[in-house]
């Protein structure tokens, strides 16, 4: 699963989605699953090539219908079990 590309988004592409990108590569590395994680801008987000995007509920609106992938909310960007669900979650469903 290494073609796998996640992208983590806020509002700017800098601040949390940085830590939420942080966070889900630490995941991903406990999971033993290879992806490209890389962060993003709500304004953008949609538009960039990518198999899932994660985000806060507050931007999910924003993306959801824009976006071709599925946007995944995250409500607690530094809470790792949190994290690891959704992203178990979205395996199992893939």
């Not at 830590?19 to 889900?24: A, N």
């Not at 609106?61 to 992938?69: I, S, T």
Request: aromatic letters at 6%.
């Amino acid at each position: 699963m290494g073609d796998l590309s996640i992208q983590a988004v806020c509002g700017f592409g800098v601040g949390s989605s940085t830590l939420l990108r942080i966070k889900i590569q630490s995941v991903l590395k406990e999971l033993g699953v290879e992806a490209n994680v890389f962060t993003g801008d709500v304004s953008s987000a949609a538009s960039m090539e990518c198999d899932v995007i994660f985000t806060s509920s507050e931007l999910a609106e924003n993306l959801q219908g824009k976006a071709k992938v599925p946007v995944i909310v995250i409500n607690n960007f530094i809470d790792h079990n949190e994290i690891k669900d959704k992203i178990q979650e979205f395996l199992k469903n893939k």
